[in-house]
């Protein structure tokens, strides 16, 4: 849904002709949200829309299962000439309340942004009029290390607040800032 959702946000911010991430806090009023939202754009140095040619770049968030941590992903990309994707650096801001192991939820976070990147750029179950042709590791693509975009994360801990876990946080911001 998140990936719906935000990309819907970007129609809208288009047709108002308005920068992607001043839309969206415009028309958020969560505060934690909006924290993590500002933190990946200041983290990123957001411009604005700008792009170059064949570079681009988006910004999404989300609550986790409406419950769980913040997350908002910032990613930006180059498109090649044959229409492939390349992720040139990555940022997260999060907020899961309290952080009693930062490195585990840094990982967590981390983790599932290249899990998204992956499902969203390369993962398919491949077949012929046989059947599956994708059955190993061998002919199923994925996310290889030469794919995984330079990553910073950012951690809004919130001593005062209960634990959210990070869990599966920066998989739908992921795939829609991509």
Known sequence: NIFALESFMDELAAAQGADPLDFRLMHLDN???RAVL???AAKANWKG???????????AVAQYKNSKC??????????DD???IHLN????????GQIVDPEGVRSQLEGGLIQSA????KEEVTFDSAGITSRDWETYPILGFSDIPEIETVLVDRPDQPFLGAGEATMGPTVAAI
């Open 82 to 84: 044959n229409a492939a």
């Open 70 to 79: 913040y997350a908002a992903v910032y990613i930006n990309l180059r498109v």
């Open 31 to 33: 505060p934690r949200a």
């Open 49 to 59: 829309r700008t792009t170059s040619e064949g570079i681009g770049h988006g910004i």
């Open 118 to 121: 992956s499902w969203s750029l």
């Open 38 to 40: 500002e933190a990946a």
């Open 89 to 96: 650096k990555a940022v997260i801001a999060a907020d899961a």
